[in-house]
């Protein structure tokens, strides 16, 4: 995972790049589809996006997961359940104090702290 991350972090002041925080998107969703719109140069308006937003939303996609999931395997029981808690940094609330560090001291060992710091925020 780490390795996509900072692929992807050394190329983010690239023309063709633009990073999306998750966080950002549960902060304000209509500012960064206008961002993402921006960015691809696709002309919407403040309307379309008011009227697109509330179905990208978290709860949303959660409700209409059946149809959202993606599952080509066919693996997920409750597809609902992809669209687990909708919040940045779930995962350090379902790992013990042991995990946490070892998480922590591979990710410090593998990327630069200045993604980790963006990652993590």
């Known amino acids: 995972m780490f390795h996509h991350l900072i692929d992807a972090w050394n190329r983010k002041d690239e023309a063709n790049i633009l990073l999306v925080h998750y966080a950002d998107l549960l902060d304000d969703l209509a500012a960064e589809m206008r961002r993402v719109a921006t960015f691809l140069k696709i002309d919407v308006s403040a309307?379309?996006?008011?009227?697109?937003?509330?179905?990208?939303?978290?709860?949303?996609?959660?409700?209409n997961g059946e149809n959202l999931a993606p599952d080509p395997?066919?693996?997920?029981?409750?597809?609902?359940?992809?669209?687990?808690?909708?919040?940045s940094g779930g995962g350090s609330s379902i790992l013990d104090a042991e995990a946490l560090s070892a998480y922590e001291s591979r990710a410090a060992q593998a990327a630069p702290p200045e993604l980790l710091a963006w990652l993590h925020r």
């Open 73 to 87: 395997a066919g693996a997920l029981k409750d597809k609902s359940r992809f669209f687990r808690a909708g919040r």
């Open 47 to 63: 309307n379309q996006i008011d009227e697109l937003a509330p179905a990208a939303s978290f709860r949303a996609m959660r409700a």
